[in-house]
């Protein structure tokens, strides 16, 4: 399967660094709320933000690397959310079956709902509406992109 | 068609999950993505427009240095169409030197030894300043040295002058000229003066100007030049200058002007030329500052003695 004459693997390349990065911060949060570290300084520690600042930085990637095009960060976008919301549930599910307490089942964030309504939640609307919110974004950044930093046509070299 | 396909799968696969979780959502949620990612979008694209502006400063940095480098380049150039060196022994000495206003001067004199042993010097200035005029400057610098080599009289060379600079700029442009031939032998200068500040003489203790009674080259095709004559007696010295001189300091409402360049040059006459020009510039650059409005050029000229053995 070809998004914009670039195959998955293609794109699993590019987002590779991305995806370590929302992990890393996923893992963070676990640790650091584990740890006893203020509230307020779990909250830094967002997938959420960490969702949407590799939106940001996937889609300067794919304009000043010429990778493709709209359909190439759609796509990434939608990949790099989904993913955020696939380790959200994760963890959900992990503090469901070994009856434990982290950080994403804190009752800030589940507003009282069974752990089954909570990943069901992640996995349909907020993966819907946080992957359409990233679609728009990344398109509007890659439109003032190609408006504000324009790439010069690449030259040919001939003998 | 599979093209076509695959937005239709995402978007109804996107209904069926918004179907199914339609009562899972809160409001506050809403707004706290909308924060998150319109924060993100506000970031980048401030990034995006800091960027754009570096790019643009980096790219009119690189384009003013290479203006300025060819301007050196231009000022090289023209620096090799002055006089290098002056003639000597020939009943005359010289000392001249041409500020330009803006990097390149659309001022010029120039001093030439024929081979029958007359001396030509000049000084010229075109109208307006900058590379327009240094480029007609190096044009009529052309001609007058083949005019002046092929031994054509001061008239025949402000004549023909005028013709070329007429025809180049279709009467746009006009250039004042001072031009004069000296012969060693008769002590005699004969010169044209068209349109040009009139130089100072200083002979015996007074101070003569040598008033111009020819039109400036280029305004007219055909202008008629009234060639002058006087003898030079030792000792006697000649200021020529441009009005960039005079005017210094004009944009402050305080010229130079004539008077005070006349009373600067009667106190160091007797002075070595080079002396005298430093006292000039010196007095100038003090009374208008280091950057001048106009071009600023001055050829002093001393009548020694003169040995016909010499020739």
Redesign the interface.
């Known amino acids: 399967m070809k ?1 914009g004459e670039h195959s998955l693997s293609d794109h699993l390349q590019l987002l590779t660094p991305l995806f370590g990065l929302i992990t890393a911060v996923w893992s963070l949060r676990m640790v650091l709320q584990l740890a006893g570290a203020p509230m307020q300084l779990v909250r830094v520690f ?1 997938v ?2 960490a969702g ?2 590799s ?2 930085v996937v ?2 990637l794919i304009h000043f690397k010429r990778f493709g095009s709209y359909a190439n960060v759609v796509a990434a976008a ?1 990949a790099l959310v989904g993913y955020a919301q696939l380790l959200i549930a994760l963890a959900i599910a992990f503090a469901a079956i070994t009856h434990t307490h982290n950080v994403f089942v804190a009752a800030e964030f589940s ?1 009282r ?1 069974t752990f089954t ?1 909570h990943i ?2 992640h ?12 679609a ?2 990344a398109c ?2 890659l439109l ?2 190609r408006w ?2 324009p790439l010069t046509p690449k030259q040919d070299i001939r003998a | 068609m599979r093209g076509k396909l ?1 937005p239709v799968v ?1 978007f109804l696969g ?1 209904g069926i ?2 179907y ?3 009562h ?3 409001e506050s ?2 707004v ?3 924060l ?2 319109g ?3 506000a ?3 401030l990034g ?2 800091l ?2 502006v570096q ?1 643009e400063l980096r790219a009119s940095r690189q384009e003013l240095a290479m203006k300025q480098a060819e301007l050196n380049f231009a000022l090289q150039v023209q620096r090799a169409l002055f006089p290098r060196e002056f003639p000597a022994d020939r009943g005359l000495e010289f000392s001249g030197v041409c500020v330009p206003a803006r990097g390149i001067s659309g001022d010029y004199y120039d001093v030439l030894l024929l081979p029958d042993g007359r001396l030509v010097f000049a000084i010229v200035d075109i109208s307006g300043k900058g590379i327009s005029a240094a480029i007609l400057m190096s044009s009529l610098q052309a001609v007058l040295r083949i005019l002046a080599g092929a031994g054509h009289s001061p008239g025949e060379v402000c004549s023909k002058l005028n013709l070329h600079l007429n025809q180049i700029t279709d009467g746009g442009r006009f250039a004042t000229i001072f031009y004069a031939e000296w012969n060693p032998a008769a002590r005699l200068l004969r010169y044209v003066n068209a349109g040009h500040n009139a130089p100072l003489l200083f002979e015996e203790g007074a101070v003569l100007q040598l008033a111009p009674c020819s039109p400036p080259l280029g305004l007219f095709l055909e202008s008629e030049f009234r060639v002058s004559e006087r003898v030079l007696k030792p000792g006697s010295v000649m200021a020529l200058y441009s009005d960039g001189l005079t005017e210094a300091g004009i944009d402050h409402d305080r010229e130079f002007g004539e008077s005070r360049l006349t009373a600067l040059l009667t106190e160091h006459v007797c002075k070595p030329l080079a002396e005298i020009q430093h006292h000039v510039l010196d007095s100038v650059h003090q009374w208008a500052g280091l950057e001048f409005e106009d071009d600023l050029t001055l050829l002093l000229v001393r009548a020694t003695e003169f040995q016909k053995e010499a020739l």
């Open positions: 998004i967002s959420g933000l949407s600042v939106v940001l889609t300067f939608f507003f709902m309504q069901a939640s996995l349909t609307v907020i993966l819907v509406f946080q992957s359409l919110m990233a728009g974004m509007l950044l003032m992109l504000l930093v | 695959q995402v996107a999950l918004l199914l979780g339609r899972l959502l809160r949620e809403l706290t993505w909308g998150t990612f924060g993100t979008t970031a980048g694209l995006m427009a960027y754009r790019l």
